[in-house]
């Protein structure tokens, strides 16, 4: 079982959001997309049992938003614009990654903290950089490799222990 208080610090802000009547957001690409459209699945839909449906929406899986976002104002916006548009402040932005290097991790976060969201990285080990920007208040759960094929697959091992916990605790409010 990976580490309570870490768990915690993933879990607490996705069970307040849903408890005030919020929402999830969530992203990453490539097999990160994967991971972000299979953690939605499972809040939105069921996971372990039928129960009440949590609103938790990827970024990712919509082809036309995608692809009119990265020709109108160029990939590193693509889910900055989507946050900008979907995002109100309360809900919470859940990012999967193996590093924090892309231009478009860097404005979607930035994104988020403007719209009064708190963001939650799930990504590799490797080295946060953030440039100037401070994400101090950021759940940041960095895996112990930098393996993109690893990483991927603790991620989804890691989903199952998040939505499981999320449930759990919905379930007692």
């Known amino acids: 079982m ?3 208080k870490q768990l915690s610090r993933i879990v607490d802000p996705i069970v307040d959001c849903f408890g005030n009547g919020n929402k999830v957001l969530t992203f990453g690409v490539g097999g990160n997309a ?3 459209i299979h953690f939605a699945a499972e809040l ?5 049992k039928y129960e009440t449906p949590l609103p ?44 924090t290097k892309g231009k478009y991790l ?7 903290w403007e719209s009064g969201c708190k963001p939650v990285l799930i990504c590799g080990k490797c080295t946060l950089d953030f440039g100037d920007l401070d994400f101090g208040e950021t759940a940041i759960w960095e895996l112990d490799s930098d393996d993109t094929n690893r990483v991927q ?5 890691l989903i199952h222990q998040i939505c499981s916990e ?8």
């Open 2 to 4: 990976q580490n309570l």
């Open 44 to 48: 939105a839909g069921k996971f372990e």
């Open 106 to 112: 860097l404005n979607a976060l930035r994104q988020t």
């Open 34 to 36: 994967a991971n972000a």
């Open 56 to 99: 938790c929406i990827d970024l990712c899986s919509n082809p036309s938003v995608i692809s009119a976002l990265a020709t109108d104002f160029g990939w590193e916006h693509v889910f900055e614009r989507q946050i900008r548009a979907l995002a109100k402040p309360g809900d919470v932005i859940v990012v999967f990654s193996i590093s």
């Open 153 to 157: 697959e603790e991620q989804l091992k």
């Open 166 to 173: 999320i449930k759990r605790s919905v379930e007692r409010q």
